[in-house]
């Protein structure tokens, strides 16, 4: 396996007009030598507004930005980047994500480039955009920073006052249509493969932005799925036709869709201290059609009852084991935006009822870790 060099990169990045391209794989998503080829986008071309506008940053311009990439502009760290906050000379904020030198040079480049390859021309108020990046004396990644953190961090940081469930219910809907853009929206389908809400960030309003690509696959249209191994992750959100057998498709973030929306309901973690999931505590309070029991006790019986419904119910459907018979996200917008809850239109048969109850199987495997355990790249910008 070749992958590509630093100064190709450096060869890549000097071509004229190079934030007008895009990056195009080899089917089985390795950058190397003989498959990196630049190529123009035909929607980009024919939808001149719509090109991308991300640039190469200096190193110098990033170094002023961070105060020299000052521990107290630290913002998250993960297994193979730290993120900073900066300040342009414009006055504009930006998160810098800054690949570490953990992972060999060939693994942080190749991450650079998918990533990079990925997120280079996503366009969705729901998705966190990417403003450019550099090369010089390292590899980095620049956005636009997202002032309120995480999802995650609003939620479970003690020191913070409870989430409304006005809030909630928003960041519930963006996240759902951002992720139906990556979907369905894109030229090319997008897999995020790590749908969770330390990656959902949120603006000053709180509007959500998917985020941290690091994971994601290209889809392409004439393929029904990706077969990958190893296995990468989090626990507590790995669809079991993923964990089991490294079959990866839009129903995999759907299944980690649902967790989220669990969480935004609950308040509670993916996985709790007993290293038991959160989909596995609510799914026999779902059956029971029991929702009110799902609810975060510190809302204190503040939330629009339809809307908790709606929100229950598409994260009933998502989290189903068989991925089957869960909805494509079009479906959980439809639920989630007021449509009709047609619930005989998903009621499974005796036989599909087992089926899912012997799939629910795969949990025993996955408590035998411990529940912080990632078996991926851990969070990179999820706390910015």
């Not at 853009?181 to 894109?186: A, E, R, V």
């Not at 932005?209 to 990706?226: N, V």
């Not at 709606?310 to 449509?339: D, K, N, Q, Y």
Request: charged letters at 30%.
């Amino acid at each position: 396996m070749k992958y590509i060099r630093t100064t190709s990169l450096k060869r890549l990045f000097s071509l004229k007009r190079w934030g007008f391209w895009e990056q195009v794989m080899s089917p089985n998503d390795e950058v190397n030598n003989e498959s990196l080829e630049i190529v123009p986008s035909e929607e980009q071309e024919e939808k001149h507004s719509q090109r991308p506008t991300w640039k190469c940053f200096s190193y110098e311009e990033l170094f002023d930005a961070t105060n020299g990439f000052s521990a107290a502009n630290l913002v998250g760290k993960g297994g193979y980047a730290e993120v900073y906050k900066g300040t342009l000379k414009d006055g504009e904020e930006i998160a810098v994500k800054r690949l570490t030198k953990t992972s060999s040079d060939e693994r942080k480049e190749k991450e650079f480039l998918t990533e990079i390859g990925t997120i280079g021309h996503v366009r969705h108020p729901n998705v966190l955009s990417l403003m450019g990046c550099c090369i010089d004396n390292g590899l980095y990644l620049v956005f636009e920073l997202s002032s309120r953190g995480s999802i995650a961090s609003l939620l479970h940081d003690e020191k913070l006052p409870p989430v409304d469930w006005k809030t909630r219910h928003k960041i519930a809907l963006g996240t759902a249509r951002g992720l139906h853009y990556l979907h369905k929206g894109c030229k090319r389908r997008i897999i995020h493969r790590d749908i969770k809400a330390s990656n959902i960030l949120l603006t000053l309003d709180f509007e959500p932005r998917i985020s941290d690509f690091g994971l994601a696959k290209w889809l392409p249209s004439q393929w029904t799925h990706h077969s990958i191994a190893p296995i990468e992750g989090t626990f507590g959100h790995l669809a079991p036709e993923y964990y089991l057998h490294g079959v990866v498709d839009e129903k995999t973030d759907v299944f980690a869709f649902g967790v989220f929306l669990l969480e935004v309901i609950s308040g509670r973690k993916p996985v709790d201290s007993s290293h038991q999931s959160l989909h596995s505590w609510a799914k026999p309070i779902l059956n029971k059609g029991e929702i009110e029991k799902l609810v975060d006790p510190r809302l204190e019986g503040n939330y629009d009852v339809i809307q908790l419904k709606r929100v229950a119910f598409a994260a009933s459907l998502c989290i189903r084991a068989s991925s089957t018979w869960r909805p494509i996200m079009s479906e959980v917008l439809e639920v989630m935006e007021g449509g009709e809850m047609n619930k005989d239109k998903w009621k499974m048969g005796e036989e599909e009822e087992e089926e899912e109850e012997e799939l629910w199987g795969f949990e025993d495997l996955e408590y035998e870790y411990d529940s912080s355990f990632s078996m991926s790249l851990p969070d990179s910008i999820g706390s910015t």
